[in-house]
Nanobody, 124 residues
Framework: QVQLVESGGGLVQAGGSLRLSCAAS????????MGWFRQAPGKAREFVAA????????YYADSVKGRFTTSRDNFKNTVYLQMNSLKPEDTAVYYC?????????????????WGQGTQVTVSV
């Protein structure tokens, strides 16, 4: 069955870095766009970053542009989110999901098969 398993979250001080991974299985990973979303307590899930099936195109929310980078390894069936210069407002549960269009949409509704999420906490 389809599985998306996020890892790499944790507690970090403001200004620090974390690298999230999302290991995929049960589908042809190289044909799907992949996206990262996050959800803070009491808030709606929001788009963070996305990457096309080939890795050739990426998209970022304005709030993370210049600080976060998403990449993928289609041989390892894994997508990554490198997060630098972290801020307390980045604190959230981070989720990966797959986009069957292959493009890496910025729209929540385009995604299916969400992972269980990984907690990122940024302290002041």
């Amino acid at each position: 069955q389809v599985q998306l398993v996020e890892s790499g979250g944790g507690l970090v001080q403001a200004g620090g870095s974390l690298r999230l991974s999302c290991a995929a299985s049960g589908f042809t990973f190289s044909t799907y766009g992949m996206g990262w979303f996050r959800q803070a307590p009491g808030k709606a899930r929001e788009f963070v970053a996305a990457i096309s099936w080939s890795g050739g195109t990426t998209y970022y929310a304005d709030s993370v542009k210049g600080r976060f980078t998403t990449s993928r390894d289609n041989f390892k069936n894994t997508v990554y989110l490198q997060m630098n210069s972290l801020k307390p407002e980045d604190t959230a549960v981070y989720y990966c999901a797959r986009d069957p269009s292959g493009y890496g949409s910025t729209s929540y509704g385009s995604y299916i098969s969400w992972g269980q999420g990984t907690q990122v906490t940024v302290s002041v």
